[in-house]
């Protein structure tokens, strides 16, 4: 069946090349196929008017020719394209004739694809036990006449109709025995795409070792057969699956795949790759590993002008430098961050990044300009509503005064800092802040 593109847009523009092709071909069949397709193109891009026009057109000419095989492929579109679009009584109202047409014609293969089509749409309308119905007797038909690759087309769906009510175990036998037939047909394809349902089973039950072996094996299909996307899939669960495990050397080897074979206008997908590279290298102690991969990410975020991840990284980035001791690249990756969230209007991050910029400069033996960002980050905190930003910021203010030799602000300070744990009920904080005020007494 025709699957639904992604990218609308660049869908409809080869829909409407393969309408010409087709009708420089002066090939009744495929025009009246080409013109469907560019019907579900116009649904996937949300355009109704325009692909009820182009299915109308279509099915003129099905009826011109008057042709079985070619009525049902243009019956499974339509239906595609009504369930993409949450038509769902349309689209079963289609898949029934496409079932009475194959009662007609006694074609028991397709009453079965049919009748499971069926099922799919009711579990997606909510109707649980019609569609375990509808999937009972397509499983029925098929196993009558012995079907393997509906049979298991059948369970297949079973499997993942088992995961939509909640019943993990009867999707495992399901999926389990989908693909044992898929082995018995030959079909590596249909058992790897099984072998991925059964993974990504074992992982939502914490079975992570199982889960692992079995992504590892749909990893080395998809390299096999050069399907980069499935590729990229399968890394993404064995990157997951490997930080459960605490295996940070695999983590780093499949993010670094990942990046490789990710598309560079797919950002989301890129700096989830990233994002898992850079803790994983943290998590090895391989700080400026770390770093490289950080400042390698922050170039891709600025070509790719995004700003939100750009500021998350700066934030990374700045506190990997304060672990490290870096206090002068602290405090200059701080800054620029600090501009990116006033950009962005990220106010609580901006909040904390004031009172972190502060702790810098204290470091630096900067005082007066770290005060200047506690004050402001507290500030922040009160507006925001930040109860323990609030109290770590009046600490820091105490801090920093007594550090002053100004033991009256200092003491203010504290005793604010510490009526705002107390009214909080952070009782260890608190106590640190006792502590610090016992030391002011003793200074004193």
Known sequence: MTSVNRHPNRRLIQAREDLEEARASEDQHRISLATANLGLAYFNAKKF?????????????????????????????????????GQLPVAFQV???????????????????????????????????GSLDKFNAALKIAEESEDKKRIMRVKGALGHYSLAIGSGQQAETYFEEARDLARDLGDRGSEIGYQGNLGTLFEWKGDYPQAKE??????????????????????????????????????????????ELTKKDDIDTLFFFYENLI???????????????????????????????????????????MLTDKLELALET??????????????????YLLGRTGVVLAEL????????????S????????????EGEQLTMLAIAYRDKNEMGKAKDYANQALQVFLNSEKELEAEKVRQLLSEFKAAF
């Open 378 to 389: 507290l500030e922040a905190a009160r507006n925001h509503e930040l109860i323990g930003l």
């Open 214 to 259: 079995i992504f590892e094996d749909v990893l080395a299909f998809m390299r096999e057969t050069g399907n980069q996307q499935a590729e990229i899939q399968a890394l993404h669960h064995l990157i997951q699956i490997s930080t459960k495990l605490q295996n940070n050397s695999q983590s780093v080897e499949y993010s670094r795949r990942g990046i």
């Open 49 to 85: 008017k325009e692909g009820e026009k182009s299915f109308r057109e279509a099915e003129k000419i099905v009826e011109e020719v008057d042709d079985f095989s070619l009525r049902v492929k243009f019956l499974g579109i339509k239906t595609l394209a009504y369930q993409f679009s």
């Open 334 to 351: 701080y800054q620029l961050a600090l501009d990116g969230t006033q950009r962005l209007q990220r106010l609580v991050d901006r909040a």
């Open 95 to 129: 898949a029934q004739d496409i079932q009475e047409l194959a009662e007609d014609q006694e074609v028991i293969g397709l009453q079965s694809d049919a009748l499971a089509t069926q099922a799919q749409i009711l579990i997606e309308s909510g109707d649980e036990i």
């Open 279 to 321: 803790s994983a290298l943290y998590r090895s102690e391989k700080i400026d590993q770390a770093h490289t991969a950080t400042k390698e990410a922050l170039e891709r975020a600025r070509s790719a002008e995004d700003t939100e991840k750009e500021v998350s990284l700066l934030l990374s980035l700045g506190e990997s430098y």
């Open 365 to 376: 033996e900067k005082t007066d300009e770290a005060i200047v960002y506690h004050q402001q």
